[in-house]
């Protein structure tokens, strides 16, 4: 009895679970047969992977993680696997070439922090944290020939990223007809009933299902997320250098939903917060400056907690009004611009210095090459970012 009393009660409240699949919701598969188990009262097993190709997560990654925790609110039971496996072969369904093969040693270091990052938003003390090289690595030949055996060339090239890549004359390799496969068996191993993914992921996560039911399981329904555009309003991409990392300080992380375009406000509001949105509504109908600055505390908030939004927001109000520095501004040490500014790509960072973007706060000259020497400087890049240079 002490043990049944443990397990979490699930919340069937119909609004509750409308707000579940709707907000931030780009389809669900099969939504009756979804919204039918949340309101029985059943407890889910929900399952969201992704793969280390990068140290540190941003915020297109908020979404079904944010996804999550309103599964995990609702009392079922989130299960969060680090795709450290499926990184090997890597994941095209958002690419227009084929990834590069990952070694071990990248993918190594690139997990290290995924779960404490994930612990931003979700109770880790509730969630089930896997690698998927756990039951990937393991198979051999014939048990991937069978799961192989599910599904058909046809079905992979006629993808659209696929097919696309095919027609411009570009290679697509055999490798990555193996991604759906794994990406599918995850669900298996787990016994996942719903699985979280972008739109782009339609296909890999649709696997799930064919390949469960090859296994005895009943097939998880699906919740596609919508994706979301960069802050420059290109395709969010780390290589950009267009996106918010989990991992940024409060004040870069602020000065970077302020330097966004006005028309996305709205968007990150319903995505990336969890504001109601009766309230979103009212919000945007103000300035948008102010509707800007209330996303940005919000996000802030969300990773930081009150008290560091606070001083963003106050930081950035006095950068903005009087030219000041934040205290708070990132340090490094001296050297040339591309050593000093790593998380953006080398063809970012010079795109950025070529419009002059990035100039010496002490001197107030543009810097002219990312090659540049600085030392006991403050370098500004756009409007809202500092880093000392010590």
Same mark, same amino acid.
């Given at each position: ?59 297109? @990654? ?13 009392g079922h039971q989130v ?24 070694? !071990? ?7 290290k922090t995924y779960f ?13 944290? @896997? ?8 198979? !051999?030949? @014939? ?24 027609e411009q004359g570009k ?53 596609? !997320? ?158 809202? @970012? ?5």
């Open positions: 009895m002490g043990f049944f009393s443990r397990v979490p009660k699930v919340n069937t409240d119909e609004r509750a679970v409308d707000v579940l699949l709707s907000r931030g919701v780009a389809e669900v598969i099969v939504k009756a047969d979804l919204r039918r188990k949340l309101l029985s009262g059943e407890r889910l097993r929900v399952k969201l992977g992704i793969d280390p190709t990068s140290p540190d997560l941003h915020i297109g @990654r908020s979404i079904p993680l944010l996804k999550l925790r309103d599964f995990q609110n609702l299960v969060f696997i680090v795709g450290d496996f499926t990184a090997v072969i890597g994941d095209t369904s958002d690419k227009d070439a084929e990834r590069p093969m990952l070694s !071990n040693e990248v993918i190594e270091k690139n997990k404490e990052q994930v612990g931003k938003i979700l109770d880790l003390s509730k969630v089930e944290l @896997r690698y998927n090289s756990e039951w990937l690595k393991p198979l !051999n030949y @014939r048990q991937i020939g069978e799961h192989a055996d599910l599904f058909s060339v046809a079905d992979f090239i006629a993808r659209d990223v696929i097919k696309r890549r095919l290679r697509v390799s055999l490798r990555e007809l193996l991604y759906p496969l794994m990406q599918g068996y995850d669900s298996v191993a787990v016994e996942a009933d719903v699985e979280l993914g972008g739109m782009d992921q339609k296909f890999n996560v649709l696997a799930g299902r064919p390949m469960q039911e090859h296994f005895k399981q009943r097939p998880q329904d699906i919740l596609l !997320n919508p994706l979301i555009e960069g802050l420059d309003g290109a395709k969010m991409s780390s290589s950009r250098g267009n996106v918010i990392a989990l991992t940024a300080v409060p004040g870069d992380m602020y000065g970077k939903v302020m330097s966004m375009a006005d028309g996305q406000v709205a968007t990150y509001f319903e995505l990336c917060t969890r504001v109601p949105m009766e309230e979103v509504a009212e919000i945007c109908k103000g300035h948008p400056k102010e509707a800007k600055m209330r996303l940005a505390r919000e996000t802030v908030t969300l990773y930081h907690g009150a008290t560091a939004a606070q001083k963003a927001e106050q930081d950035w109000t006095n950068t903005f009004s009087k030219g000041e520095v934040p205290q708070d501004a990132p340090t490094a040490a001296a050297g040339k611009l591309r050593d000093i500014v790593k998380d953006v790509s080398t063809s970012e960072l010079r795109r950025l210095v070529e419009q002059g973007a990035v100039s010496s706060v002490v001197s107030g000259k543009k810097i002219s090459s990312i090659d540049e020497s600085v030392a006991d400087d403050v370098i500004r890049i756009g409007k809202h @970012r500092f880093i000392k240079v010590l």
